[in-house]
Nanobody, 125 residues
Framework: QVQLVESGGGLVQAGDSLRLSCAAS????????MAWFRQAPGEEREFVGV????????YYTDSVKGRFTISRDNAKSTVYLEMNSLKPEDTAVYYC??????????????????WGQGTQVTVSS
């Protein structure tokens, strides 16, 4: 079956960096757009960014542009989220998600078929 397993979360201070990984199995990874979402306590799940199947294109929500970078290694079936200049408002559970690459930027959680279990990122001020 399909599995997405996130890792790399933790507790950091404001201004620090963190790199999340999401290892996929059970799917044809190179056909999937891979996205990151996050959910803070009491909030709805929020789109963070997405990378195309080839890794050639990325799209981010405005609040993380210039600070976060998504990359992927199709040979390893892994997607990464590099987070720099972290802020307390970035505190959330971060989820990776996989969905068929439609050629457009899918930012709704409904557009993705498979989800990881999430990894906690906490940024202290």
């Amino acid at each position: 079956q399909v599995q997405l397993v996130e890792s790399g979360g933790g507790l950091v201070q404001a201004g620090d960096s963190l790199r999340l990984s999401c290892a996929a199995s059970g799917l044809t990874f190179f056909t999937q757009a891979m996205a990151w979402f996050r959910q803070a306590p009491g909030e709805e799940r929020e789109f963070v960014g997405v990378i195309s199947w080839s890794g050639g294109s990325t799209y981010y929500t405005d609040s993380v542009k210039g600070r976060f970078t998504i990359s992927r290694d199709n040979a390893k079936s892994t997607v990464y989220l590099e987070m720099n200049s972290l802020k307390p408002e970035d505190t959330a559970v971060y989820y990776c998600a996989a969905g068929r690459d439609t050629g457009s930027w899918d930012t709704s959680s409904d557009d993705y078929d498979y989800w990881g279990q999430g990894t906690q990122v906490t940024v202290s001020s």
